[in-house]
């Protein structure tokens, strides 16, 4: 089986933000999709291993932010390579950012709308948990086309340095293993993807 056929998939990419207790958080995902129109209904699938993923989870709540084109790789560091339980992900980028009816943090720059939903149902996906959520609030920020995930490694990821290491490179993110063998069970440390993700270089 060859599991790089999953890239040929047309993908989304997205910020999702919520809020608990006071604390804003926010991260990259690629799965959100209308699921339903009467109601207005979209799902959201979240990686387990996302702080964002445990702060949806509690509260209930999110914004839905839809990448253009014209989003930087500043973007995708900021909420897909750190994490939130040790860095405040809006420090430094409040002025790209504005809040919806809902109180929650939306990102203004590099995003063409968001979507505003309350989880309605969730489903234990295994790696991830699909939300569904009836939508509250939706506005249109730019006629910027929208980012897809091809787009984002053709055009926004930066092209992997020519290197000396020896090991394997993330296909989604660029992080190298080194060693000669790379675990089955090995996560990403950067983008949480497992080894099926790497490549051999």
């Not at 997205?14 to 604390?23: H, M, P």
């Not at 702080?51 to 897909?80: C, P, V, W």
């Not at 939706?138 to 490694?153: G, I, P």
Request: proline share 3%.
């Amino acid at each position: 089986m060859n599991t790089n056929a999953m890239f040929k998939l047309s993908y989304g990419l997205f910020v999702l933000t919520t809020k608990l207790q006071g604390k804003d958080n926010g991260c990259i995902v690629n799965t959100v999709q209308q699921i339903a129109d009467k109601p207005l209904r979209i799902a959201v699938a979240v990686n387990k291993a996302n702080y964002t993923h445990d702060m949806l989870k509690q509260s209930g709540i999110f914004n839905a932010s839809i990448l253009s084109e014209k989003a930087t790789f500043d973007i995708f560091k900021r909420f897909g390579f750190a994490s939130g339980r040790d860095t405040d992900k809006f420090k430094g980028f409040e002025d790209k950012t504005a809040r919806s009816e809902n109180g929650l943090i939306y990102i203004t720059e590099g995003t063409n709308a968001y979507i505003s939903g309350n989880v309605v149902d969730s489903v234990d996906l295994g790696s991830h948990t699909m939300f569904i959520a009836e939508v509250t609030d939706c506005e249109l920020l730019s006629q910027d086309n929208s980012a897809t995930y091809d787009f984002y490694h053709i055009n926004i990821k930066p092209k992997p340095q020519a290197t000396e290491k020896k090991g394997y490179r993330c296909k989604i993110c660029g992080y190298v293993y080194e060693g000669e063998n790379l675990p089955d069970d090995f996560v990403c440390p950067i983008c949480k993807h497992p080894a099926s993700d790497f490549e051999k270089i």
